[in-house]
């Protein structure tokens, strides 16, 4: 699991020459909304040598629609080794996701890179895609986790503006769907509002405690914030590990409940300390 899914414009090399040196736990070259048609072209070349030049950075690319022109073309630039994976916008539905996956098989083949070896990430930013998104997580043994394209999917249903409330319930699903089909916590919304950086945390805050793993973000200026709040606190880690320690010691002794700081510990309660502790050291906060 990762915290921070950071976009970087495929065509713009002031950024693209900054990407080692970003704290993100993850780099997303973009070749979709950011790159206009006349850089496809480039962007991929730009790209391409970018992931080669960095391949102990968790890549993915954010190629275009299946649908569009430029999809076969992104997948054969740019599946090579070094590429953890690609983002897939645009998914409506177990069918796109079933194209992808036999697209991704012959180019593995073409490069004979290990198969299944490439991850898809899919957004879910569409009615459609949100009606659908549990044939879409489990379409087929690539897709890792499901991320929230939340500004398409509230032009698609009208949605006026969004303060939390008005998503709720996609980011829900979005929780309990990734649950139900076995795969790990999904990807939050992007904050498009760079200036307000409270808002970005107490966003992300929501996130965490509906059960993301992380979040999308726009500009390097929001890793920090958002690799803060995604990892667990020392206080939390501390807790956890107390849990653990007077919950076994209580099967030890014969009971099957403990307390700790008041709180009532059973079995799920120390689950969750597990996860929070595992969680840490993927983090390496221990």
Excluded at 154 to 161: E, F, P, T, V
Excluded at 177 to 196: E, F, T
Excluded at 222 to 233: G, S
Excluded at 246 to 254: A, L, P, Q, T
């Amino acid at each position: 699991m990762h915290r921070s899914w950071l976009f970087v414009p495929g065509s713009q090399d002031k950024y693209l020459k900054k990407v080692k040196e970003l704290k993100t736990d993850v780099i997303i070259f973009d070749l979709e909304d950011s790159v206009i048609k006349a850089k496809k072209d480039e962007a991929r070349v730009k790209v391409s040598e970018a992931i080669s030049d960095m391949r102990t950075k968790v890549n993915f690319v954010r190629v275009n629609g299946i649908y569009t022109e430029f999809f076969i073309d992104d997948l054969e630039k740019l599946v090579r080794p070094g590429l953890t994976g690609i983002v897939l916008p645009k998914v409506n539905k177990r069918d796109d996701m079933i194209i992808a996956d036999y697209m991704l098989d012959q180019i593995e083949k073409k490069h004979l890179l290990e198969p299944k070896s490439v991850t898809i990430v899919p957004i879910i930013e569409s009615a459609k895609a949100l009606h659908n998104a549990y044939d879409i997580a489990s379409s087929c043994n690539r897709v890792k986790c499901l991320a929230f394209g939340a500004e398409d999917l509230m032009l698609d249903m009208n949605i006026k503006s969004s303060n939390g409330i008005e998503t709720l319930y996609a980011r829900s699903k979005m929780i309990e769907v990734s649950k139900a089909s076995s795969i790990g916590p999904p990807i939050d919304q992007i904050y498009p509002n760079l200036a307000d950086m409270e808002g970005l945390r107490k966003e992300a805050e929501n996130g965490r405690n509906l059960g993301f793993q992380g979040k999308l973000l726009i500009h390097p200026n929001q890793v920090e914030t958002i690799n803060e709040v995604f990892t667990p606190t020392i206080e939390e880690i501390n807790e956890a590990k107390e849990v653990i320690e007077k919950y076994h010691k209580s099967i030890v002794e014969g009971f099957g409940v403990s307390k700790v700081n008041g709180k009532m510990i059973d079995a799920p309660i120390v689950e969750k300390a597990k996860r929070i502790l595992d969680y840490a050291e993927r983090n390496k906060t221990t």
